[in-house]
């Protein structure tokens, strides 16, 4: 699926010339001021590609050398937060996917950027190793105060972990704000009933939605979901429960793009 | 700037590929001092083998020396026998061999013509055997000075005699061959009394070689000399050559110390460049060709680009990591070289200078061992430069490591042909192709270059404006690259 996140990345960090418009981090445009702009930004693109023929330890201390004012103890800190401490000494080429993921988390966040930029940091990992990431990411946005760009189309994870999202298709932006806001503006005020039998209910309620033979949608604001209550009691309809129906990110997704559509 | 060199370096030492350079590089350095110890042959030739006494006999079998026709060959292939005979008694390599070669040579030609030619004379042939006879008892009495005095008096007499014909001739055209003939006697003299006063004995060790080069060389001069016409680029080359020789052998045969000797440490150093050079440039090539375009390829150049640097301060540092990797390249093999080589020959050689004709002054310079290696060094460096720049630059331009690696090891290589060629054919436009200007080891000591027309400062602004012509587009290009999905 190429839809232009990792060529956003790339725009983002200098990587790729930028034809149209600017980018600026920190107030420094990153084509003029480069070094100023990339300075407090730390990232991953694509693959986490870093020497194999040298130990993870190593591959940080080049890292740090490129940076003023890492010290031993930095990289030490680093190592624990990322929970490689067992490993640190074996060479890159013997470290698993997961591994290679949080080596290279550790080596962009070694000069404490404000900005952590990761594009796909959950790509073929396995289930455990996406929880840790997840659980890593969270400490890292609360404890180091990070801001972290994700470019992801794992949607599921986004809902997870983030507070705002940014949509783009065939390279626009179609939406872009925080997650509980699209929710809102996406959720109707549909309430989810199971009951004993929707039969009973076709003439009742002509505007449900038939989901299963025990369960229906139906659009209902929350002040009047007693009066509804109420009127299926009556009908002898047996209610088992009532649920909101949330939207995943991932149905507005496709609310929002009308699918996976290349123009 | 330095932290991008310093990690630049980290990332060469840790990689196994330059551990694996050096031992190859060992090993060469390692074959090369053995052969040199156990196979040299220091110009150990043989006059006659077995298989051209065999044709020889063969041929003279067929000739009838009475057939006038047959004559001046059966007179010849007979001579070759019968001192084919004589050098079996002493030996190839004996003091008398060398002898028999110069002085009873002529003596057995001329009896032969008597014996078999057309105006046969017996008395006459008694009268040169019994002289080959008295040489031959001086020969088993190993008497050496008697034929190295005798050679004193036949030059003095010669010496004599033409002074005599000189006086008493007006013919200027007579006068003048007289005259070079006079100076050619002279140096025969003079020959003849440095193996006398220096008591070389007769041989083929670097004494004799030394003593029969200086003779012939300094003839060679003196007819260039005599001769009005001006001298060719080549002539002018060759005259040189003559003055370097003459004065390295006056030094060889005044001082006795065996200077063209090649198989001991100070003869390999003498000629380092020329030995080990390919591997050097080899070297530095592997990791000039693949120290950006590795990174392109492995995807790591991204972790590069995304830190606080320009990307001209990336790739500066990455070509002085290049020219570090240079010097490291040179020192290291020196330093095997001087522990193999220390190991085979010992080091006693080194303390024998190494002699350089300086060409603007007429003197003759003896260089350290050591300081003649490093101006031979600094003088070669631009061709290693230039050829690790190349590499530099195709390995930046198409991050592609084969052919950054394979091109200019094969310029290299192609270099020594064309080089070849340009100067056979004089084809002057060559003038300006880097290779043609790359070694300023001619310029040394105010010597001619091998092509007429080249100078240093032209040879420098050559190297350089092609230094310059790899750079720039390699910095634009590495400046410009967008970063591919990898």
């Known amino acids: ?263 | 700037m330095s932290n991008l060199i310093k990690n630049e370096l980290t990332k060469i030492f840790k990689k196994k590929g330059i551990y694996i350079t050096l031992i190859v590089i060992l090993g060469f350095i390692i074959l090369t001092n053995c052969i040199y110890k156990y196979f040299y042959d220091d110009g150990d030739y043989s006059y006659y083998s077995e298989g051209y006494i065999n044709y020889v006999n063969e041929e003279i079998a067929k000739l009838d020396p009475t057939k006038p026709s047959d004559t001046s060959l059966y007179i010849e292939l007979k001579t070759t026998l019968d001192i084919y005979e004589l050098l079996q008694k002493y030996g190839e390599h004996s003091w008398q061999a060398q002898v028999i070669n110069n002085q009873v040579f002529t003596y057995i030609t001329e009896r032969n013509t008597y014996l078999y030619g057309i105006d046969k004379n017996e008395e006459k042939v008694g009268e040169i055997n019994k002289e080959i006879d008295t040489i031959i008892e001086k020969l088993d009495q190993d008497d050496w000075m008697y034929f190295a005095l005798e050679e004193q008096n036949t030059a003095e007499e010669k010496i004599k005699d033409l002074e005599e014909a000189i006086k008493n001739t007006e013919d200027k055209q007579q006068l003048e061959s007289l005259e070079l003939e006079l100076t050619n006697a002279k140096i025969d003299l003079e020959v003849a009394n440095y193996r006398v006063n220096k008591k070389i004995k007769y041989g083929d060790d670097y004494l004799n070689i030394a003593l029969n080069s200086y003779g012939s060389d300094s003839k060679s001069l003196e007819q260039m000399k005599a001769s009005k016409q001006d001298l060719s680029y080549e002539e002018q080359q060759e005259y040189n050559s003559y003055l370097k020789n003459i004065a390295t052998n006056k030094y060889v045969i005044e001082n006795n110390v065996d200077i063209y000797k090649q198989n001991d440490i100070r003869g390999i150093f003498s000629s380092f460049f020329n030995q080990y050079g390919l591997f050097i440039i080899a070297m530095v090539i592997i990791v000039a060709g693949t120290i950006v375009s590795e990174e392109f390829n492995k995807g790591t150049i991204k972790l590069l680009l995304v830190k606080p640097y320009t990307r001209n301060k990336i790739l500066i540092a990455k070509f002085i990591t290049m020219l570090i990797i240079i010097a490291f390249s040179i020192i290291s093999a020196i330093v095997m070289e001087l522990i193999v080589g220390g190991i085979f020959f010992g080091y006693d050689s080194l303390s024998i200078p190494i002699l350089e004709y300086d060409f603007t002054n007429n003197t003759l310079l003896e260089i350290n061992v050591f300081k003649y290696l490093g101006i031979q060094l600094l003088a070669q460096l631009p061709i290693v430069i230039l050829l690790a720049t190349l590499a530099f630059a195709l390995s930046t331009i198409f991050t592609n490591s084969a052919v950054a690696i394979a091109l200019p090891l094969l310029g290299y290589m192609g270099a020594q042909i064309i080089n070849v060629l340009a100067v056979e054919y004089n084809v002057k436009f060559m003038r300006f192709f880097v290779t043609l200007n790359w070694d300023f080891t001619s310029y040394l000591f105010g010597n001619l270059p091998m092509m007429e027309g080249l100078t240093a400062p032209l040879s420098a602004s050559v190297c350089i404006a092609y230094f310059v012509i790899m750079l720039i587009p390699t910095f634009i290009v590495f400046k410009n690259k967008d970063i591919k999905n990898i």
């Open chain 1, 1 to 263: 699926m190429e839809l232009g996140k990792t060529t956003t990345i790339k725009l983002i960090l200098g990587l790729q010339k930028i034809t149209k418009g600017k980018v600026q981090i920190n107030g420094f445009d990153v084509e003029k001021q480069f070094t100023k702009a990339i300075e407090k930004v730390g990232a991953i693109v694509e693959n986490p590609d870093l020497y194999m023929y040298l130990s993870g330890y190593e591959n940080l201390k080049l890292i740090s050398n490129l940076y003023h004012g890492i010290d031993e103890n930095r990289i030490n800190e680093v190592i624990k937060l990322v929970k490689l401490d067992n490993r640190i000494h074996d060479k890159v080429s013997k470290y698993s996917l997961g591994m290679r993921q949080r080596l290279g988390i550790a080596q962009a966040i070694l000069h404490r950027p404000s900005l952590l930029i990761l594009d796909e940091p959950t790509n073929g990992l396995d289930p455990e190793g996406i929880k840790e990431m997840r659980e890593l990411l969270i400490k890292l946005a609360k404890k180091e105060k990070m801001a972290i760009l994700i470019s992801s189309h794992n949607l599921a994870e986004l809902d997870n972990l983030c507070n705002k999202v940014c949509i783009i298709k065939n390279g626009k932006i179609i939406e872009s704000s925080s997650i509980e806001k699209i929710k809102n503006e996406v959720n109707s005020e549909y309430k989810i009933f199971e009951i004993d039998d929707t039969s009973k209910i076709k003439n009742l309620l002509p505007q449900a939605i038939l989901l299963s033979p025990n369960q229906f949608k139906i659009n209902l604001p929350k002040e009047k979901t007693p009066e509804m209550v109420a009127k299926l009691v009556i009908n002898n309809v047996l209610i088992y429960g009532i649920m909101e129906d949330e939207k995943s990110l991932e149905d507005i997704f496709f609310e929002k793009t009308g699918g996976n559509v290349i123009e």
